[in-house]
């Protein structure tokens, strides 16, 4: 059965390594998202650093998830300094579970902040597409998968959890937020 990865992207105003209480909102926000997102039904992991500080994103070692990579527009800092992005990657047993991970709760909470924390970019800020059981997804995957969406819209190899496809390729839709509504059509 195949598996849902999510790949997100944001442009931060400020780097992560900013002593501004607004950035250390933003990074303290994340990790009680990440916790929360980790003990969501269908969660089945996400790219983690063997050893994480704030902002050492370029030089970690991402095990099996591969090299840290970022799209082309990504114009800011690689250095714990000067990094100025938020990312995540993530694989999931299906969409619903992943989008109400995303659409609800704290992860939907800190949503409705974002604009507080990132720049408006006019690219997508997630891509999702289905990879085979056994397949862990790679930053350079989600990278790419990201650009594509950008440049040829929502596509079975690269898409949106609003113009979403099934597995088969097929199109599909989630009807609404929620457990009553567990449907994708």
């Known amino acids: 059965m195949p598996h849902l990865a999510l790949y997100t992207f944001g442009v931060l105003k400020s780097p992560l390594a900013d002593p501004a209480p607004l950035m250390s909102e933003f990074y303290d926000m994340g990790e009680a998202v990440y916790r929360k997102v980790g003990q969501q039904p269908g969660y089945l992991g996400r790219a983690e650093a063997a050893e994480g500080d704030r902002g050492l994103l370029f030089e970690a070692d991402w095990g099996a998830w591969g090299e840290f990579a970022v799209p082309t527009w990504y114009g800011k800092g690689r250095t714990v300094e000067t990094t100025a992005l938020a990312a995540t990657l993530s694989l999931w047993t299906g969409l619903r579970p992943a989008f109400d991970a995303v659409y609800t709760g704290l992860h939907r909470a800190a949503l409705n902040r974002r604009y507080d924390w990132f720049e408006r970019t006019g690219h997508p800020n997630h891509v999702i597409w289905w990879v085979p059981d056994g397949v862990t997804p790679t930053w350079q995957d989600g990278v790419s998968r990201l650009e594509h969406l950008h440049d040829h819209g929502s596509a ?24 009553k509504s567990d449907q994708v059509r």
């Open 156 to 179: 079975p190899h690269a898409f949106t959890f609003h113009h979403s496809f099934a597995p088969e390729g097929t199109p599909t839709r989630i009807n609404s937020v929620g457990p």
